[in-house]
């Protein structure tokens, strides 16, 4: 009686593992998207930039403010194509903690002000594609079926 539900469920499960590279590229082209359109308008508007994070008190706001700017436009570029998906992610990790600890916290009253953050999703969202990688559909992908697997895949260990 069981054996057509179990049949059922493993066949539904074998359809969503054929369609596990979605969600990495759906994450990828979304904060690319978002990363590049906010870091081009900063590095367009860097004056401003900079006096903003100057009011924030964030250190050296005229070489912080390009440098963001660039993480920002230059990652979410190459977050489209899936190229340095990790490196970008950490970078841009770093980038939303700053963020929340200087334009964010002080708005903040407890965890949950902090989970309804944008900067805290995206945070999430990054720490996702540094652990999960970029997925098929990358440039990351294509590098490591040429022989750079250590860039992209995990190693495996030999006894």
């Not at 390009?66 to 190229?83: D, H, K, N, R, T």
């Not at 009253?109 to 559909?137: C, Q, R, S």
Request: one cysteine or more; aromatic letters at 6%.
């Amino acid at each position: 009686m069981l054996a057509p539900l179990t049949a059922a469920i493993r066949r539904a499960l074998a359809a969503l593992r054929s369609l596990e590279w979605t969600g990495p590229l759906l994450v990828r082209l979304t904060l690319g998207a978002v990363f590049f359109t906010t870091g081009w308008g900063k590095l367009h508007n860097l004056e401003q930039i900079t006096a903003y994070f100057a009011s924030l008190g964030i250190p050296a706001a005229s070489l912080q403010a390009p440098m963001v700017s660039f993480i920002e436009c230059a990652g979410g570029l190459l977050l489209l194509v899936g190229l340095g998906t990790r490196i970008v992610s950490s970078l841009l990790i770093g980038t939303m903690a700053v963020a929340i600890l200087t334009a964010k916290l002080p708005e903040l009253h407890g965890v949950v002000d902090l989970a309804n953050t944008i900067e805290m999703t995206y945070l999430v969202m990054f720490a996702w594609l540094l652990v999960a990688g970029p997925g098929k559909v990358s440039l990351d992908h294509v590098v490591a079926r040429r022989g750079a697997a250590p860039l992209t895949e995990a190693v495996p260990v030999r006894a």
